[in-house]
């Protein structure tokens, strides 16, 4: 792999350079892999990098139905943080955060990890409450995080809305500083061209349309693009678990649903953080470009087709306007849906299946892109070493028989 | 500033009107009719803007929604419209409009430097460096993110208003122009409720813009009559300035429509959204004019073919002296002799193509027009302002010539409006004859017509909308018998056939995407570096991602891809259109649910009083209710004190109206109970109540409240504040799609019901003299309903108790409520009757180890970790009895409900705190549990609280230690955590 790096990109400028290399290959598929990813998003690129990587398990191929990152990768709104209530929700997250940090370096491809801060507004006595429970809670976890002020986040956020006399003023907040955003693409690219560098095969346009099982042990695919042997086989295809689930024999405890997102025009710089607030309903930040970047929660039905309703948006856009009163005038850009698969205690299942050899990582719910480099490297883990990653160990499916449910729903603010 | 560039004559413009506006600061005239654009360029400036990654220095290119360089900030202050199309702009006197992303000057623009460095900005540059030293892309990104961005916000909040309508119709059609018109006029005629929306002033489409005739007849004639006989039409209604956003499920379609502008300058609503359920849509969208790949592509003063006519035809305004068309197809050639019909020279027609064997190319050469086959544009000159081409023959591109000029017209051929069939979940099938992506297979409800349907010859827009029209009136059950419109138009047979898209290459910058400034280059770097995808090019690049969606250029970067990858264009892909169609503000998406109107405050009945006595407010779900009554100086603790002394003491009063109140009937009602709540209700006798707990799925604690019988087949159950709506439809939801069994009838009425609640050892007084009920224990003991009168009012009254003592909640018609707490209030008087808010109700229920859903429950709470197991029965099945049986649900690893006691009993320990067994410890610490609620509690004359601690039960009497947020750590004991009289003798007395 050429690395990248600013003298690259002036040898090229000048003419001095000898062009730019393809960020990953795209080969046929062989017909027998160690282990085989299905899908091909942040998460299963990231699980197939550390494979690689840290476990020196190469003979590995991701298959991805379209394109690469064109799930929730690249759907979401792209917040990254770890201030989650429960030790261990908090223990991965943190894990992933550590990951992020370092992740632009990791990679030698720009992620843009942008620790702006992340400030959870809290518009109620009881928010309060909560926040501090959850900040408690933190600070004992290791975890960066601040019980804010009214004026403490009224000052931080100049354009919140200050009025005491709205619905739901602006009583304070927690944040967290290490806490933001990234570019999602780039996660996706630069896990692929990592993980293309270490002898990783991505397939993209290969769908997965059977699975091979002898006895009770998977043994390999049918794809769009022919059969595919396999001693190890992951999927890890957010918005569409429980199908593959099905194709090889067993149920997921997941529901799916569209969660819809937004973008205004580009605007100057306006807001320099995240804000997330639960009672208003809608989390935002500015990407680089001067796009708003919003979102809300999912919509209620079940759907596997990737749109939502209008009435979301035009809730958002009420939030929206409610939280910040300056955003009236400004225009929607464009409006998208995912779909995302959220399990009954809106936490992830990372681990084994009822399938020998098959593992699964699913049910991020609305919130899995923060955990893409975590995720990837204690499922990586998991499939090298044949028995549940330490921090993945709380997150097995038996949780579901055994009722040591990990419920974020009520230690969520907002489902994000 | 005189309009040198008016036109004398022509033009759908008021030349006896003028208006006046401010552009950068100077002075112009136009005419009302124009657009800011229009009236820019009768003016002469074409220089409207800067470029977003370049600065480069960028024109009018468009005519409306698919401009993609000429976005200026309107109007000033809190009403400032940043990005605003200078093309979709109405001219209104006074208006005033800046230009954006510049600095100091549009002219003179400093971020120009970033053209000059171009290179090294190719498509995904920042991928590949700021990657260090340390944590520096903190400073890059400062840097990016003030370079980027495009307008700006205002400062102040809106003042205007936004509306939402809501319509239902049989065939909505979208687009005014001739398909739109043919289709509107069909439906309407068959007796059809036609809904016809349009996003320009006036309809007509391109029959405004273009110099059509139908009939023999100027086209606009046509259209005139085509829109009066619509307007005779009852069932009609025509919007016009409304734009279709995005269609919906279920034929939803959601469009926006802008006010007219009055002189005064404010209008009622500023933008009002239109929700339309529509049997059937017929879609006449139109089709957007795209331009050519060449080098030098984006100098102001280019401009797409189409535009350059219509500012002629349309609004009377020459945009330039001298032109040159460049063009792929016939179609442009119309925009020549238009051109050159209104008195502009027209130096030159450069065809891409060889071959011209067409009617249109030989009707230019009849009229003395230099047609140039074979021949591109190989380069521009000018800086600010185009001042000629270089032309060559495609086979020799060295041999240039030079032609000046002041607008180069281009045309690449047109591409279909197919946004609202996509979003509809049509797909799109490519046509290698247009260059365009054509509808394949109709979506549910919706028909294409005209140019939107790749149709682009005028008589076939005609017969085509006319024939969508007639079937979407039939499936929307009406019999169309009413013939298709006979019209002739012109040139039945016109080749709409494209050429290339691309100018030989001499090495210039060839724009693909005008706004966001990506090039050629920049598409086949991206596929050299293998995002081979469209959807990866696009990303990489930005291509097709700026406020114009690539509604211009995208078809262009397509043939780019497919060439640098040697796939054919179907196999590249197109990138899925997302509504909105043209970008919606926040205020119209809002409408009217903003300020007061965003979730509106729940108040009670007996609101008025708390607030003339001088309640402090707190919202609890959505309602706002009285936390406390301080008196004049008194501090919110020192009044809740007070408060909760009185009602300890002597008689305090309470508005309990905002519980959630669900009447449940039917024979089925009693065993509907059992189900949803871990204890049992079918025992219960009529005229008793009883506290239950109802779990979710997963067994845990959902919420709670009083149920009383009222009758063998009816209830009155109550929940949280905040739960009412959610326990309403997941009761609901039980009943319609899992026990159809049940002959049950849920009704909420927790707004029919005022409750006030009298709770105090003098309760009885109080309530006594009031009321024909006996209240004696003997007549009605704790846990009883009564049904009687208060006050003279009819009332239900349950003696139950969330304080510990003596305790009445009386329930009457809400329109009675602010009486009876004002006949409750007198009757108390002598008593030292005192109204006490929430605050007090948290203490006098921690006081009594009372818990409230979502302090000591946040749904990982089973009843048995509350000690409420005794609750759980064992005899019937309910919600969440499989999973309390789950291995996961019992152990030494549940957390228990237990009190806990500061060591300093002047310490109120502050809730959320968390819990640990030693002192100090590691990081992570390992939690046993947290505070749930904690209060300073007048009665025990010490801080109390309740915690959720680990096997908390088996640790009564251990300390444990509480690390506080930037405080010390303190110690505190396990107790029970009943504080106050665990006996129950107060409360049953």
């Known amino acids: 792999m050429k690395r990248y790096s600013f003298v690259q990109l002036l040898r090229n400028a000048i003419g001095l350079g000898d062009g730019w290399q393809q960020a990953w290959r795209s080969p046929e598929p062989k017909p027998s892999y160690d282990v085989v990813i299905v899908g091909g998003g942040g998460h299963g690129l990231a699980t197939a990098y550390y494979l690689a990587k840290n476990h020196g398990v190469r003979n590995v191929a991701v298959l991805e139905k379209g394109w690469i990152g064109g799930g929730n990768t690249g759907r979401n709104t792209t917040v990254v943080r770890s201030n989650y209530l429960w030790d261990e929700s908090a223990a991965i997250y943190e894990h992933s955060l550590k990951l992020w940090e370092g992740l632009t370096q990791e990679l030698n491809f720009n992620v843009m990890f942008s620790q702006r801060n992340l400030v959870m507004l809290a518009h109620t006595e009881h928010e309060m409450i909560e926040a501090s429970r959850r900040v408690h809670a933190n600070r004992l976890n290791g975890i960066d995080a601040e019980i804010w002020s009214r004026e403490q986040t009224l000052a931080f956020i100049p354009i919140l809305n200050k009025s005491m006399n709205i619905r739901y003023p602006v009583m304070g907040g927690s944040a967290q500083p290490r806490a933001g955003i990234a570019r999602h693409d780039a996660v996706a690219w630069g896990f692929a061209r990592g993980a293309d560098a270490l002898g990783v095969d991505i397939i993209q346009n290969c769908e997965v349309i059977g699975v091979r099982r002898e006895g009770s042990r998977i043994v390999g695919l049918d794809t769009t693009r022919g059969a595919i042997d396999a001693k190890k086989v992951a999927f890890v295809a957010a918005g569409h678990s429980s199908v593959l689930a099905s194709l090889a024999g067993f149920r997921l405890p997941i529901e799916s649903h569209p969660l819809q997102a937004m973008v205004s025009e580009p605007i100057k710089p306006v807001l320099d953080t995240v804000v997330m607030s639960g009672a208003v309903h809608a989390y935002v930040s500015q990407s680089d470009k001067g796009e708003l970047v919003m979102g809300a929660g999912i919509d209620a039905f079940n759907s596997y087709a990737q749109r939502g309703s209008l009435p979301i948006l035009e809730d958002l856009a009420s939030a929206m306007v409610e939280l910040f009163p300056i955003v009236s005038r400004l225009k929607i850009l464009r409006s998208w849906g995912g779909i995302v698969d959220v399990c009954p205690d809106a936490s992830p299942i990372i681990g084994r299946t009822p399938v020998d050899g098959l593992f ?8 899995g892109f923060k955990a893409t480099p975590g995720s990837g490297w204690v499922l990586a883990d998991t499939i090298a070493n044949d028995r549940p990653h330490a921090l993945a160990a709380p997150f097995s499916m038996e949780r579901f028989a055994s009722g040591r449910l990990i419920d974020e729903h009520g230690a969520a603010a907002v489902a994000h | 500033m005189t309009q040198d560039f008016r036109l004398a004559k022509g033009g759908r413009i008021d030349r006896e009107k003028p208006l006046r506006f401010l552009f950068d600061g100077h002075a112009y005239d136009g005419f009302a009719g124009d657009t800011l654009a229009s009236a820019l360029l009768a003016n002469g400036i074409h220089l409207v803007a800067r470029s977003f990654k370049y600065h480069r220095p960028r024109g009018i290119y468009g005519l409306g929604v ?10 000033i202050g809190a009403a400032i419209e940043p990005n605003a199309r200078a093309t979709t702009v109405e001219l209104s006197d006074g208006l005033i409009a800046n230009s954006q992303n510049r600095w100091p000057s549009l002219r003179f623009d400093l971020g120009a430097v970033a053209d000059l460095a171009s290179p090294l900005l190719s498509a995904g540059f920042y991928y590949k460096t700021f990657m260090g030293p340390g944590n520096a892309w903190k400073l890059y990104e400062w840097m990016i993110r003030r370079a980027a961005g495009v307008g700006r916000a205002p400062e102040q909040p809106d003042p205007d208003r936004y509306e939402h309508s809501f319509a239902h119709c049989d065939v909505l059609v979208v687009g005014a122009g001739p398909a739109g018109l043919a289709a509107a006029l069909a439906a309407g005629r068959a007796g059809a409720r036609v809904m016809l929306v349009d996003e320009q002033v006036e309809p007509g489409g391109q029959l405004l813009n273009t110099a059509y005739t139908i009939n023999g007849r100027p086209a606009t004639d046509w259209v005139a009559d085509a829109t009066a006989e619509l307007d005779r039409m009852d069932e009609v209604r025509r919007l016009q ?37 529509a049997k059937e849509i017929v879609v006449a969208s139109g089709a957007i004019e795209r331009p050519l790949i060449h080098d030098g592509n984006d100098r102001p003063g280019t401009m797409l073919a189409s535009a350059a006519r219509a500012y002629a035809n349309r609004y009377g305004v020459a945009v330039g002296k001298r032109a040159v068309v460049f063009a792929n197809n016939d179609d442009a050639y119309r925009t020549a002799l238009d051109l050159a019909d209104s008195g502009i020279e027209v130096a030159g027609i450069l065809d891409l193509r060889h071959d011209l064997t067409g009617a249109m190319p030989a009707l230019a050469r009849e009229k003395g027009l230099r047609v140039l086959a074979g021949h591109a544009v190989v380069g521009t000159r000018g800086r600010t302002r185009l001042k000629a081409v270089e032309a060559a023959p495609v086979d020799d591109p060295s041999n240039r010539q030079i032609i000046e000029c002041d607008l180069l017209a281009v045309s690449g051929g047109w591409n279909p409006a197919l946004h609202l069939y996509a979003h509809a979940g049509g797909k799109a099938s490519y046509d290698a004859a247009l260059a365009a992506f054509v509808p394949g297979s109709s979506p549910e409800r919706m028909t294409v017509a005209g140019s939107a349907a790749g149709e682009f010859a005028l008589a076939h827009c005609l017969s085509g909308g006319a024939r969508a029209g007639v079937e979407a009136a039939k499936r929307a059950g009406f019999s169309a018998t009413q013939p298709a419109l006979v019209l002739e138009a012109p040139e039945p047979n016109a080749d709409t056939r494209v050429g290339p898209l691309s100018a030989p290459n001499r090495g210039g910058k060839r724009f693909i995407d005008l706004h966001n400034d990506v090039t050629e280059k920049d598409l086949r770097l991206a596929a050299q570096e293998g995002y081979r995808s469209v959807e990866h090019a696009k990303r990489y690049t930005t291509m097709g991602m700026g ?26 892909g197109t990138t899925t259109f997302r509504p909105p169609y043209h970008p919606v503000s926040f205020g119209a998406l809002a409408g009217r649910e903003v300020h007061d109107l965003f979730l509106p405050t729940r108040k009670t009945p007996m609101d008025s009083w708390h607030e003339e006595n001088g309640a402090l407010f707190e919202p609890v779900g959505q309602w706002r209710r009285a936390k406390a009554y301080p008196k004049p100086g008194e501090s919110l603790h020192a009044a809740a004190e007070r408060e909760v002394k009185a009602a300890r003491e002597s008689v305090g009063l309470f508005d309990a109206s905002t519980l959630g109140k669900i009447d449940v009937r039917g024979p089925g009602a009693a065993q509907f109970l059992d189900r949803i709540y871990c204890n049992t209700f079918s025992t219960l006798k009529p005229g008793n109540a009883r506290y239950g707990l109802m779990l979710g799925e997963d067994g845990m604690v959902k919420d709670d409240g009083v149920t009383a019988r009222l009758g063998p087949d009816h209830f009155h159950l109550t929940t949280t504040t905040g739960g009412a709506a959610s326990v309403y439809v997941w009761l609901e939801d039980w009943l319609q799609t899992e026990w159809l069994d049940l002959e049950v009838y849920l009704t909420s009425v927790t707004e029919q019901w005022a409750v006030a609640t009298l709770s105090g050892p003098k309760a009885r007084q109080v309530l006594g003299p009031l009321t024909d009920v006996d209240l004696s224990t003997a007549a009605f003991p704790f846990m009883a309903f009564r049904e009687g009168r208060v006050a003279n009012i009819p009332a239900r009254i349950f003696r139950v108790s969330f304080s510990g003592d003596l305790s009445y909640e009386i329930n009457v018609p809400a329109r009675h409520g602010l009486a009876l707490w004002q006949a409750l209030m007198e009757s108390g008087r002598p008593h030292g009757i005192t109204p006490y808010g929430t605050e007090a109700l948290h203490i006098l229920r921690a006081e009594k180890g009372y818990i409230v859903v979502g302090h000591e429950t946040d ?14 029965s064992t005899k019937k099945d309910f919600l969440g009895r499989r999973s309390l049986g789950r291995a ?7 957390k228990h409900l237990v009190g806990l006691l500061s060591k300093d009993p002047a310490r109120v320990l502050p809730m959320g705190a968390q819990i640990l067994e030693r002192p100090t410890e590691a990081r992570p610490a390992p939690m046993i549990g947290h505070v749930s609620s904690s209060y300073m509690s007048p009665t ?14 088996e640790r009564l009497g ?26 129950n003798a107060r409360r049953d007395g």
């Open chain 2, 888 to 894: 996961g649900m019992t152990g030494p690893d549940r």
């Open chain 2, 940 to 953: 025990m004359k010490r801080g109390i609280a309740m915690a959720l601690i680990k096997n908390g039960r």
């Open chain 2, 958 to 983: 251990q300390t444990v230690y509480l690390p506080l947020l930037d405080g010390p750590t303190v110690a505190a004991e396990i107790v029970s955590p009943v504080f106050y009289d665990p006996e």
């Open chain 2, 241 to 277: 300035r409304t734009l279709a956003l995005g269609v919906y499920d279920h034929g939803y379609v959601a469009c926006v429509e802008r006010a007219v502008p009055v002189p005064e300058g404010r209008t009622r609503w500023r933008e009002r959204m239109w929700h339309v359920r």
């Open chain 2, 66 to 75: 698919e401009e993609p360089n000429a976005l200026v900030e309107t109007g």
């Open chain 1, 360 to 367: 699964i990582n699913c049910g991020w719910g609305t919130g």
């Open chain 2, 547 to 572: 406020p114009d969606q690539g509604k211009t250029g995208n078809i262009l970067g397509l043939n780019v891809l497919s060439d640098a990858l040697g796939q054919a264009v179907p196999q590249v």
């Open chain 2, 859 to 872: 749904g990982t709470i089973t009843p048995h970790d509350l000690g409420y197991g005794g609750m759980v």
